[in-house]
């Protein structure tokens, strides 16, 4: 004779809402991945901010009447590819020269008059800078193989000097209709972007204006670009 069957044996109860539906799943995949991509955008729109923030300053949101007196480049070019040597045949890549806002001169080693100036100017507008002078290099791009006069290379000793075969130049720096490039300085971002040209033949009252548009320059950049590469 059977026992009667106790209240704790019960048959075990299946439900259908108690297995993973795969169409549930996939979706909250997909919204995971969704909310992964959407946290990374804006952490680099964080990062972003105060790049976009210093050129927005000065390309975009300028007082009324405020003028540079550089000509801004429109497309900016970047550093190119292009590996030149120093004075001690070392071996360097333009795009390394990056980190730093650059002024560039161009001219022959030979460095004739106007170059002498030139390279005055470059140290004397970095020296203006004061206390953020280290966040700006003076560059002579010299743009053959003749040796430099000894007599000069003292006061490079603050300069990079890197020689660059004409053509590759000519393929990254232009200068105003009517000119040559050994006629302008130029100003390169730290980004590497070449991105503005200053007038052919500077007279005292032309570095000036160089100068005014360093110091804007340097000024809106200051939170995110500091001296140092």
């Known amino acids: 004779m059977s026992s009667a069957p106790s209240s704790q044996d019960q048959p075990l109860g299946l439900t259908v809402h108690t297995l993973p539906e795969p169409l549930n799943t996939g979706a909250q995949a997909a919204r995971r991945t969704r909310m992964g991509r959407l946290k990374m955008l804006v952490v680099l729109l964080i990062c972003a901010a105060p790049v976009i923030a210093s050129y927005l300053t000065f390309y975009v949101v300028r007082p009324e009447g405020r003028r540079n007196f550089g000509e801004l480049i429109d497309p900016q070019r970047s550093l190119p590819d292009v590996v030149g040597s120093t004075l001690d045949g070392k071996t360097?890549?333009?795009?390394?020269?990056?980190?730093?806002?650059?002024?560039?001169?161009?001219?022959p080693a030979a460095c004739a008059q106007q170059c002498a100036?030139?390279?005055?100017?470059?140290?004397?507008l970095r020296e203006g800078l004061g206390k953020e002078k280290d966040r700006l290099d003076w560059v002579w791009l010299v743009s053959d193989a003749a040796p430099v006069a000894p007599a000069l290379?003292?006061?490079?000793?603050?300069?990079?000097?890197?020689?660059?075969?004409?053509s590759k130049l000519s393929q990254w720096l232009v200068p105003q209709p009517g000119h040559t490039l050994e006629e302008h300085l130029y100003l390169v971002d730290p980004l590497g972007n070449w991105m503005m040209r200053?007038?052919?033949?500077?007279?005292?009252q032309?570095?000036?204006?160089?100068?005014?548009?360093?110091?804007?320059?340097?000024?809106?950049?200051?939170?995110?670009?500091k001296a140092g590469r």
């Not at 290379?153 to 990079?160: D, Q, S």
């Not at 032309?206 to 670009?225: C, E, P, Q, T, Y």
Request: proline residues 6%; aromatic residues 6%.
């Open 198 to 204: 200053f007038p052919a033949n500077l007279d005292n």
């Open 117 to 124: 100036r030139h390279l005055y100017l470059q140290r004397q």
């Open 92 to 107: 360097v890549n333009l795009k390394e020269l990056n980190g730093q806002w650059l002024l560039v001169s161009v001219s």
């Open 153 to 166: 290379l003292p006061a490079l000793h603050e300069a990079t000097v890197v020689r660059v075969p004409p």
């Open 206 to 225: 032309g570095a000036i204006g160089v100068k005014r548009d360093l110091d804007r320059l340097l000024r809106a950049a200051s939170h995110w670009d």
